[in-house]
């Protein structure tokens, strides 16, 4: 005989399971209402702990000064044009710069990633150029090109391409084999399965890939412009370096993160926009 689970008494609360956030689950995806709460409270909390490091003068103004004296000097900044002028400059290269490297690793890395010729010309030279440092070809881009703006596309184009058609290459390798498959047995050609199948299938991935690489851009951006130019973001930081205005190494520092944020946020809403057909993009 089955043994029968006894009854709780009349009267007696039943004990809950406690249930566990969905933050603590491996897996578990925060609410949007969650996620910017808890990134408001950490920007907040490292606001927070900046000021209360600089109010008492613990710290010299020197190496870090207050959050007002920044903000004073970046709105001083603002006001005379400087600012915009630097920010038009730097958004001008990096804009250029990305987009010429981005299309061509789009189009290599398609062809690498789908074609076995492509592969064995392409991977690897590209393996062996990206471990190469990017700081190293800045004197040589300033002797082959001279200082003007193309000098900052062409160490920006080194710094993203390379990595860009590997991550081109296995976006397109990650498109599931059946697909393809699929795509034969109804006697499509190659050019009707890369263009209606392999490409639309991989193009969530390299938009990822972009993302990702923008942020690579944003940095060997700034490295460019800290060695040789006269205006632009990194070039301003040079400047203030050299007259101890800590301030505005402060803010510009400060507002390059804010500008990559914000590029990221809107490749981010863009992703969802077009790829809603993407399971990543919900």
């Known amino acids: ?96 710069a990305f987009a010429i490297s981005s299309l061509m690793s789009i189009v290599i890395g398609v062809l690498a990633g789908c074609y076995g010729l492509f592969k064995a010309i392409f991977e690897p030279l590209v393996d062996f150029i990206r471990y190469m440092p990017v700081v190293a070809f800045v004197p ?36 599931p084999g059946d697909f393809i498959g699929l795509g034969r047995t109804l006697g499509m050609p190659d050019w009707k399965i890369l263009f209606r199948i392999v490409l639309p299938a991989a193009f969530p991935g390299i938009w990822d890939a972009l993302r990702i690489s923008l942020g690579w851009a944003w940095t060997w951006l700034v490295l460019a412009e800290l060695v040789a130019s006269t205006s632009g973001l990194g070039y301003r930081i040079v400047v203030s370096q050299r007259y101890f205005q800590t301030d505005t190494i402060i803010g510009y520092i400060l507002l390059l993160g804010l500008l990559g944020l914000i590029t990221d946020q809107l490749m981010r809403a863009a992703e969802r926009v077009l790829f809603r057909y993407n399971r990543r993009s919900s």
């Open 140 to 175: 040589l881009t300033i002797l082959w090109t001279g200082t003007d703006d193309f000098q900052k596309f062409l160490v920006i184009w080194i710094g993203t391409f390379f990595q860009q058609v590997l991550m081109m290459m296995d976006a397109v390798k990650r498109v």
């Open 1 to 96: 005989m089955a043994l029968e689970k006894p009854e709780a008494p009349q009267g007696a609360s039943v004990p809950r399971r406690k249930r566990k956030s969905r933050l603590l689950v491996i897996g578990g995806v925060p609410s949007r209402r969650q996620f910017v709460g808890i990134a408001i409270t950490v920007f907040a909390l490292l606001v927070l702990s900046w000021w209360l490091a600089t109010r008492n003068g613990a710290i010299p103004p020197l190496f870090l000064p207050g959050l007002e004296k920044v903000w004073l000097r970046m709105m001083k900044l603002a006001m005379d044009g400087t600012l915009q002028s630097d920010v038009k400059d730097s958004l001008y290269r990096i804009a250029i």
